[in-house]
Antibody
């Protein structure tokens, strides 16, 4: 059974940092690109970032470029999203997905003072 | 960047009746392999998104055959042949050809009349 599980969401002040994790199982992790997608309250889905299967290629939405960094550890079947200089508009549920095949339940990030 | 526009934004359908959702892109997004990476997702209330169709018309495992996808170029359609109660939710189209720049439509909310 494929499982994707996000963690690390929290309440953080503007300008702060958070590191999200996405733990996966049930599929050949090192053969899949992994994507982060977020959804602000009542809003549409927004693609955030992606990393290739080997981790040598990373991609970012313009809205997070220079502030977020995606990485992966294939030995632990885990992808990370380091989020710095957080803004109120980063408030959202963050989902990870294995190339959109399966999605985790999401983790909530709230940026507020 | 490719912009995805869905219509209608909300849909009220009688059980057993058909439903259709349109998705238009601002430009064609055929990949060099000849495929158009147009996905459709369903997000039921309180749940994570779930992919229904990939590459325009291919159903994901477990997706009922009452869901079908069609289209080419810049015009795509998701059809539900006979709406059931479990189909309530928000439906998103997504352009997945160009990375970065993956784009979702605004979402179409389906409710039962």
């Amino acid at each position: 059974e494929v499982r994707m599980l996000e963690s690390g969401g929290d309440l953080v002040q503007p300008g702060g940092s958070l590191r999200l994790s996405c733990a996966a199982s049930g599929f050949p992790f090192s053969s899949y690109a992994i994507t982060w997608v977020r959804q602000a309250p009542g809003e549409r889905l927004e693609w955030v970032s992606a990393i290739s299967d080997t981790g040598d290629r990373t991609y970012y939405a313009d809205s997070v470029k220079g502030r977020f960094t995606i990485s992966r550890d294939n030995s632990k079947n885990t992808v990370f999203l380091q989020m710095n200089s957080l803004r109120a508009e980063d408030t959202a549920v963050y989902y990870c997905s294995n190339n959109f095949d399966f999605w985790g339940p999401g983790t909530l990030v709230t940026v507020s003072s | 960047d490719v912009v995805m526009t869905q219509s209608p934004l909300s849909l009220s359908v009688t059980l057993g009746q058909p439903a259709s959702i349109s998705c238009r892109s601002s430009q064609s997004f055929v990949y060099i392999d000849g495929n158009t990476y147009l996905n459709w997702f369903q997000q039921r209330p309180g749940q994570s998104p779930r992919r229904l169709l990939y590459k325009v018309s291919n159903r994901d495992p477990g997706v009922p055959d009452r869901f079908s996808g069609s289209g080419s170029g810049t015009d795509f359609t998701l059809k539900i042949s006979r709406v059931e109660a479990e189909d309530v939710g928000v439906y998103y189209c997504m352009q997945g050809t160009y990375w970065p720049g993956i784009a979702f439509g605004q979402g179409t909310r389906l409710e039962i009349k």
